[in-house]
């Protein structure tokens, strides 16, 4: 079965650039999505199809992918960035969806 | 915009049938390429797919779950459900519903989920 591998937390200092990284050989072939959750409410997409923002995001997110790893980035982040986010693939091998561990981002 | 809203009951006696229901406004209801998802988190724990219905009826479940878990959809209602059978203290999590979209590329379908219920809090506990 395959996994997604996501880094448990990642500090950045406000104003600058956060990078969160999913790894997994299920990404060599399929696309990620990208979920943020702030405490106590539901996740929110904020990337999907690798690169893509929904209607609403931010321009400061962007995603990428290369290889077996996406990435997340926030540039410029603010005090309001702050929040767990999760990645996401579908496993065709299983027929199941994949979240990664889940990144708990702090702006310290 | 598509707007979910979870409904339930908040505790469960273990052994028993959690039944939620998920309310769809804003439209693609009806859409054939929308699936209907229902999520879950554990406390303190990260996200958890249950699996899938189509407004056809066709269903999708996760291989953890298969064996408990049944949906189900009201068309007539915008409404669709989620039936866990034989609940245990494991089955204390916040439980989501998502719509699911999919596409084609690469030679592969994907799927992601752009729309969520704000949740709903679920205790299995005698």
């Known amino acids: 079965s395959h996994d997604l591998t996501q880094p448990p937390s990642v500090s950045v200092s406000p104003g600058q650039t956060a990078s969160i990284t999913c790894s997994g050989d299920l990404l060599d072939y399929k696309d990620v999505s990208w979920y943020q959750q702030k405490a106590g409410q539901s996740p929110v997409m904020v990337i999907y199809?690798?690169?893509r923002r929904p209607s609403g995001i931010p321009e400061r997110f962007s995603g990428s992918s290369s290889g077996s790893t996406a990435t997340l980035t926030i540039s410029g982040t603010q005090a309001l960035d702050e929040a767990d986010y999760y990645c996401q693939a579908w496993d065709s091998s299983t027929a199941n969806v994949l979240f990664g561990g889940g990144t708990r981002l702090t702006v310290l | 915009q598509v707007l979910l809203q979870e409904s339930g009951p908040g505790l469960v006696k273990p052994s028993q049938t959690l039944t939620l229901s998920c309310a769809v406004s804003g439209g693609s209801f009806s859409s054939g390429s929308s699936s209907w998802t229902w999520l879950r988190q554990a406390p303190g724990k990260g996200l958890e797919w249950i699996g899938w219905?189509?407004?056809?009826?066709?269903?999708y479940y996760s291989s953890t779950l298969k064996s408990r878990a049944t949906f189900s959809i009201d068309t007539s209602k915008n409404q669709f459900s989620l039936h866990l059978t034989s609940v245990s203290a494991a089955d204390t999590a916040v439980y989501y519903c998502a719509r699911g979209l999919s596409y084609f590329a690469s030679g592969t379908t994907h799927y992601y989920f752009d729309f969520w219920g704000q949740g709903i809090p679920v205790t299995v506990s005698s």
């Open positions: 199809q690798n690169k």
């Open positions: 219905i189509y407004y056809s009826g066709r269903t």
